[in-house]
């Protein structure tokens, strides 16, 4: 900044000079915001236009050359376009079981399975046991070890 002071105007009216400073004559140029502002609405119409264009176009492209529904959709009935697709989750139009019961059914059935015993195969004596008596069987005697057929031990 420099120090030095402003020469004095030479009359009331003027502003004072100085070499390195100058002053705007106008903050802002309203006719250039005008012009940016009817480019950019007259851009934005035209990019409206073509948008629509472009939906009314693919729209009829797609009905023309759409497909009828397979007969197996058809054979639902009326309501088959509010069905969804197959396979349908549980818990959608279309779908009778609950799907809450179904994960109960589901568990009895693990938890019976995991606590049966019965053998799998008697002549080579492979018989299945409650999941935690293995556990505990395990637990006292221990892994067998097995060897690969080269002797390496897993």
Not at 77 to 104: C, I, K, M
């Amino acid at each position: 900044m420099s120090t030095e002071s402003h020469k004095r105007a030479e009359s009331a009216n003027q502003e004072p000079r100085h070499a390195d400073v100058s002053f705007e004559q106008s903050d802002i140029r309203v006719g250039a915001i005008y012009k940016y502002l009817l480019v950019l609405g007259v851009t934005t119409i035209v990019a409206l236009v073509i948008c629509i264009y472009i939906l009314r176009f693919t729209t009829n492209f797609i009905t023309a050359s759409d497909a009828p529904p397979p007969a197996s959709r058809e054979a639902l009935g009326q309501n088959y376009q509010s069905l969804p697709p197959e396979p349908r989750l549980q818990g959608v139009p279309g779908h009778t079981a609950d799907p809450q019961e179904d994960l109960r059914n589901k568990l009895r059935a693990d938890t019976a399975e995991n606590e049966k015993f019965g053998w799998i195969d008697k002549n080579a004596g492979i018989a299945q046991i409650p999941v935690n008596d293995a556990m505990k069987v395990v637990a006292e005697k221990g892994l067998s070890v097995v060897t690969t057929p080269h002797g390496e031990r897993k």
